[in-house]
Each structure stands twice: as C-alpha cells, then as structure tokens.
C-alpha cells in the first residue's frame, strides 16, 4: 500500500510541469479567491497528449482504509438493482445477447433517458418566458441522445467541437478534463471563478444563522468574459467541487449570453437530481438551448458508477453528428448488460434519489456540526448541491494538512490543489456515503 505522505509533492510536480500549472503558480495559489473578471487573461497550452489528470491520480484512493473524498453515492449492489426491475427490463435481462450493441445507445434506454428530459416531474425541462418561468416543453428527441461513458462524453464533446485557438470560458475549479482537453489542443482558456459572499441563508437544512456564506459564481462576470470569438462556454452546476449552485434565472442570463454570441453552452449535469432542496432546480441546457450540450449520468445520483453510463445531449443535429463519428475511435458502442442496469436505475430514480439525499442531508449536517465544533480550525462554506464540501482550512495549507491527517489518523481528505485555481486551502470532504459519519467521528477524535 503506498503511503499516503506522497499525495500532495506528486501532485505539485505534475501541476508545476504544465505551462498551465506554472501561470497558476506564479498568479499564487489563492487566485480562486480572486474576481473571475481579474483573472480573465487567455491562457494557452499546446500538447498533443493532456498531462496525468490530478484528482484521478490522487494516491488518497489507495493509500488508506479511510477516504472521504469519494464524489459518488452509496453504491447500490447488483443484487438490488435487478430486485427494482420490472417485467420489461426482467425480460430484457434475461434474453439479452451479448453482441455489440447500437452505436448511441439502445432504444430502451434512450427512451428511459429522454423521459428524464420530457415528462419527470423532478426535472421539468422546459423552456423559459422573459420573466424566467418555464413554459415549454422540451424539444428533445431519442436520436438528440448518444450513450457514453460520463468521462467519454467530455473528451468527445472537446474534441469534436473544438479547435486550436478556440476561445473557452470555463467555470473553474472543477474536474480537471472540463478545462485540460480544450488547453491541450491549443484553445485560449478563460476561468470563471467564484467568490465566497454573505448571504441569506437558503438551505432547508441550515444549521448556522441567514449570514452563512456560500460560493457564489456571478452571472455578471460570466458576461463580461463571453465575447463573439467565444466558441464554447462550460459549466457544472451542481459544481464540483464547491457545491455551488445557480438559479434558473440566471441560467437564462447565461443563455441569452451565448445567444447574442452564437456559441456553444456545456454544462455537466453530473450531479443533477442531488440539489440539497430536494428537487432539480435547473433545466438541463440541452433542452433549452439549441446549442446547449448535457452531460448526465447515472453515476452520481444514481449510485451506479461502476456501470459507466452516462450521455451526451444536445439539440444540435451538427453536435451529434460530430460526436457520433467520433465515438466510432473510442469506445463504439455502450456494455449491453450496463445498459440494462442503467434503465432500471432511471425507472427507479425517485426511490434511489431519495435515499442519496436522505444519506447526504445527514452526513451534510453532521460535517457542518463538525466544522462548527472546531471552528478554530475550519471554515464552513454552505454547499447547495452535490454530495460534498469544500471546507476551508483557516490557518494551514491544504497539502500538509492532508499529509498528517493521513499518517496519523488514517484518514485520506482531497486537498484542493488538485483542482486547478482551487488554491491550498481547502479540502473537499464527501457526505454521500453511510460510513461519512464514522470518517468524521475519526477525524474529530484526531483533533481533541
């Protein structure tokens, strides 16, 4: 097993050989605090081959028995994913043949996924009037639908759209392939980056008075750094790895945006379903947006990561085309077994969801109690979605602080230097499993 005092020098290395990394550097480690607007310079970087990607090389995986960074839900075991099935995915189960499968995916679980889009009470994909209210419905389609694998349908939506000396805005920190893959051919990359406001409390949940702060993106500064050479913005909401998120009203400012400059609108939804509400506040972009592109999944609010489903969506006929083809030199077609699995997650999905946020609104809770009890030590930063958060250390750095954390405690926490302009002086702390609560009981005991 290799030690856990690694994590953070391989880390720095890696992030200090990219040109990238080195702007990074030299901007200081703390530029996510900064205004997005004084951090809107171009940054370019050409290689043909991305450098290792940080959060999925992290030795915390490994290192220890204990990691509370794992960024998925409780996984659902096999067994009783097949028990919810009903009779038409029973019979697709047991006569299915092992051949490849279609190439965007099966009918059935199109069909499944386009319900989540069109008729799910939970999402309500509808198009917006000018006061910001939904009003139509979707005009998605089964053919508007490629099944991938989540991480594929990244590296193919950037490969297939974008080109060398693209303009990108990019909602920033956040996983790493959602701004490296547009660096590494040659794009001019812009960062949107947070800031951390005072606000009225708005958490049904909250266990700290109406000033807790939250990490607030500003719809304002997103605008100033779209131009008309912008040829893709991308965003994640609920983001990784803040929890932050946005309003349907202001995703109406970011549409229009892209509107007036015709470019493209992606935004992973990965995490879509896991609002700390209890309900999706958001319409999914490709729904309402004739150049919005979703990426969704099964493997966050559905606790099926291990099947490595996921989809691309987007209205745009020229879109899926260009993804199709290129689909054709990864991975062809999805598992045909993973497919049926993933149609009885998506007909089960009130039932899994429900439990996933029963599971986050108490490890949720109980790492703000956490935080409060050692105030001294952390800072608490409201999360609004997702099954994490980015809790600030006050006095120390981030990657020492992992380091002793895992030699003393046994206990692996995700520094936020893995994430490019998250500084290091956070960690991102996951709530969306059972054992989240034992983890912070050990993490408690090493601080008394």
């Known amino acids: 097993m290799r030690a856990c005092t690694k994590i953070i020098p391989t880390a720095s290395r890696i992030l200090a050989s990219t040109s990238f990394g080195a702007a990074v550097n030299a901007a200081g480690q703390n530029s996510f605090a900064v205004s997005a607007t004084s951090l809107g310079t171009s940054v370019r970087r050409f290689s043909a081959t991305p450098p290792p990607f940080l959060v999925e090389q992290w030795e915390g995986w490994e290192a220890g028995k204990l990691v509370l960074s794992n960024s998925d839900c409780e996984p659902i075991k096999q067994s009783s994913l097949l028990s919810m099935a009903d009779d038409e995915c029973k019979a697709r189960w047991d006569d299915l043949d092992l051949g490849y499968g279609h190439q965007k995916g099966c009918e059935h679980l199109r ?75 040659g794009c001019m990359v812009k960062p949107w980056l947070p800031t951390v406001d005072s606000r009225p409390g708005n958490d049904s949940f909250s266990l700290g008075p109406d000033n807790t702060k939250f990490h607030n993106f500003s719809i304002s500064d997103l605008e100033s750094l779209i131009t008309p050479s912008t040829k893709m913005v991308v965003m994640n909401f609920p983001h990784n790895p803040t929890g932050a998120m946005i309003t349907e009203g202001e995703l109406q400012r970011i549409v229009r945006a892209c509107e007036k400059n015709d470019c493209y609108l992606f935004n992973d939804e990965m995490y879509k379903y896991l609002e700390h509400k209890g309900k999706a506040t958001l319409p999914s972009v490709a729904g309402i947006y004739e150049k919005g592109i979703s990426l969704g999944g099964v493997s966050k609010w559905g606790s099926l990561a291990g099947i490595r489903i996921g989809w691309v969506v987007s209205q745009s006929e020229e879109v899926m085309s260009k993804i199709s083809q290129l689909k054709d030199y990864t991975t062809i077609s999805s598992s045909r077994p993973a497919e049926v699995l993933a149609s009885i997650g998506i007909r089960n999905r009130n039932l899994i969801i429900q439990n996933n946020l029963d599971i986050i609104h108490c490890g949720k809770g109980y790492l703000k109690s956490f935080a409060q009890v050692h105030s001294e030590h952390f800072e608490w930063i409201e999360p609004e979605g997702g099954s994490f958060a980015f809790l600030r250390l006050r006095n120390e750095k981030a990657s020492p602080y992992v380091r002793e954390l895992a030699e003393k405690a046994n206990l692996c926490v995700m520094p936020s230097d893995l994430f490019v302009h998250g500084g290091d002086d956070s960690l991102r702390v996951c709530f969306g499993r059972k054992d989240a609560i034992e983890m912070i009981d050990t993490w408690s005991k090493h601080l008394e």
């Open 111 to 185: 069909a499944d996924i386009l319900g989540t889009f069109n008729n799910d009470s939970l999402t309500g994909i509808e198009d917006f009037t000018d006061e910001g209210k939904a009003s139509k419905s979707s005009p998605l389609t089964v053919d508007d639908i490629n099944v991938v694998v989540p991480a594929e349908g990244i590296y193919l939506t950037m490969n297939a759209l974008l080109e060398e000396g693209d303009e990108v805005v990019v909602a920033m920190p956040c996983y790493q392939s959602l701004h490296q893959l547009a660096e590494s051919k």
